[in-house]
């Protein structure tokens, strides 16, 4: 058996969670996701202004933090966190394990990055069409920024197999985190779609960090034990591909089959084909038991073949946005909130401005749920304490979307009485950076794997 | 037949993949999932969100785990990094589908 944890969910998740993940409890591997699909889009900003940067700089932060704890546990570390710039992300942590005079192997999966090899795709006929929207890449060609391919876990269990104590790759699939020490440890082979698919339903189970022990859980909230110091999923990995979800003794949150199961239905489509590079995994034939307490076991997972394709993601700029917001209070809030949209949107049109899409908000109100909500009910509508007026506007002309973000402030003083500006300030204008979902035949990408300090 | 609030007899989360929702809606008691099977259809769910969801719904069913799992599409105003939404990525669409009210025995 052994034990792979997650102490990362996304980049912005706990800073904390990977050291009480090494430090609270056994494990072997831990495994941390860093990546979002709008954080290539950031790291790739930050490198057009510094070319060694690129890469989730947290973690290098927490491996110069916990080296010594990895070395005398051997734990071995698995993180997507080399971003655009794998290589610049392992430089950085062997520069930090020298000034600890620590001796560590530090391996890199790339190959994921194909932007510039975009142009001679198209020209070959390889038209990266939109998977949503079935749209030639042509479309957008111009404004693309970045694309790169999902691996899977085959080339990170490489990296292990070469003695890398920690692996950084660029983009993974995110459950291959999990997947790749298993095949690792149990020799699993390509083909073995079974036990492969069991691993992705055990990388899915974790890849969101504590949304699976008890996070953003719906049943019985209040009673879920010490939130604050929520443990992180662990699983415990048998050859025959079962094995179980739980978290260290001692740590607060619940693992039991109402939040595993909350957790498997996050962001999947049909559940009879999920596919990964590795294999189709299919999230009907799991079995759930609740082992013990805070432990939930898995087994009865099949899958089928993979695909011949690899998922890409292209990022593409589409305009700019900006939302701006005011609080109005008691009597009449939300009569008061939408008396000011009516007025903003007449001045907007004043001053002949033009949007793609402006759209209304009332938090307070019905904002999340909106129609399914329904409007308050009109006994209380007139009674609520207060209601956030929020309006947002996206347009591909930067200096509408700017002249817009003036339009909020001067309405705390022109306006409908009883507001507040929340302390805001003026709204910022954003680029959009949207997303190209494609695919690409495998044989046309190759991982490339590589260990430093260098094998011979 | 008697009328329940989808919340008394189901739990739920909800997350998003570029301008589609997913909501995943599992059952409370395994005595509860036929009844969910039998009245929260793609065409109740689509109903629900009329007006959000502009395209169509589909509905799969894991009966493994007592969930049904929903696709809305076109539901999230171009999606996460587009959208204007205080929602961009859906994350409270679950529990809008827990408003739901259906027929009981």
Redesign the interface.
Known sequence: MIRIANGQGFWGDSLQAPVEQIRRGPIDYLTLDYLA??TMSILQKQRARDPQAGYARDFVELIARVLPDLKDRRIRVIANAGGINPVGCRDAVLEAAARQNIRVKVATVTGDDITDRLDQFLKRGIELKNM?TDEPLAAVRAQVERANVYFGAFPVAQALGKGAEIVITGRVADAALTLAPMIHEFGWKETDWDKLSAGVIAGHAIECGAQVTGG?C??DWETIPNLADIGYPIVEAEPDGTFCVTKHAGTGGRVTV?SV????????????QYITPDCVAD??????DQAGADRVRFTGIRGRPATNYYKVSASYT?GY?A?GSLVYTWPNAYKKARAADQILRQRLGLLGLRFD?V?T?F?GAN???????GEPAPEIEPHLPEVVL?V???SENRAAVERFTREIAPLVLNGPPGVSGLGLGRPRVEE????W?ALIPKSEVRPEVAIWPSES | MAKRKLIDLAHARSGDKGDLVNIGLIALKPENYPVLVREVTADRVKQHFAGVCKGPVERFELPNLGALNFLLHEALDGGGTVALKADPQGKTYSTALLRMEIDVD
């Open positions: 699909e709008v949503d953003n719906q049943v109402a199961k909350e957790q498997l239905l996050y962001e999947i489509g049909d559940p009879t999230f009907t034939t799991v079995q759930l589409a946005k939302i899409a759209r908000e938090l904002a999340c749920h909106g129609i399914p909500a929020r947002g506007v996206r959009i950076v949207a997303f979902p």
